[in-house]
């Protein structure tokens, strides 16, 4: 079998960590959306996600500064807004607005939850030890929730540059895992 070198650059496209998310934060009394696709499981109990968010970012900021966000997990529906909050700065948009999201008010945060996503996570910051270096947060998910109406969704998953793997077939192996 023959090997081919590949771009260090597309790494990225091969290791996808899981769905795109959509990440709210509110900070000076408004709320903003940013799309994310850098984040990772770190725990079960209690679930610790682990992202990266620039810090030419809108919502680096107010995530170093508030501590909480809520990530906001869209299906293939909401594509079109996934890509086009993506595509702009919330320094100059109301993305909520711009791009027909409706914000819902979180129990144990004070970012919006969005109401078309069919699951949100409210998060606070737990670990910042790696954001100088890295950009990398620690965050607890302190409460999640469903849209039990949205049966297997389908999730989105970015592979670089514009391109988007979507999920759809599910199997199941036997596991002895608990």
Request: a positive charge; charged letters at 20%.
């Amino acid at each position: 079998m023959t090997k081919k070198a590949f771009p260090l650059s597309k790494v990225y496209g091969l290791l996808e960590p899981g769905p795109v998310v959509l990440v709210t934060t509110t900070h000076k009394g408004k709320a903003d959306i940013m799309t994310q696709s850098w984040h990772t499981m770190m725990e079960f109990e209690p679930p610790l996600v682990g992202c990266v968010i620039s810090g030419r970012n809108h919502s680096f900021e107010a995530l170093v500064k508030t501590k909480e966000c809520v990530l906001s997990i869209p299906s293939v529906e909401l594509a079109k807004q996934v890509v086009g909050i993506g595509n702009c700065s919330g320094s100059k948009v109301d993305k909520f607005s711009k791009f027909k999201l409706t914000a819902l008010p979180a129990s144990q945060v004070k970012a919006p939850l969005i109401a078309e996503c069919f699951a949100n996570l409210e998060c606070r910051v737990v670990d910042t030890r790696m954001v100088n270096k890295y950009n990398f947060f620690v965050l607890e998910v302190v409460k999640a929730w469903i849209d039990p109406a949205q049966k297997k969704p389908r999730t989105l998953h970015h592979q670089g540059k514009g391109v988007f793997m979507v999920a759809g077939d599910t199997i199941k192996l036997p596991s002895k895992m608990a």
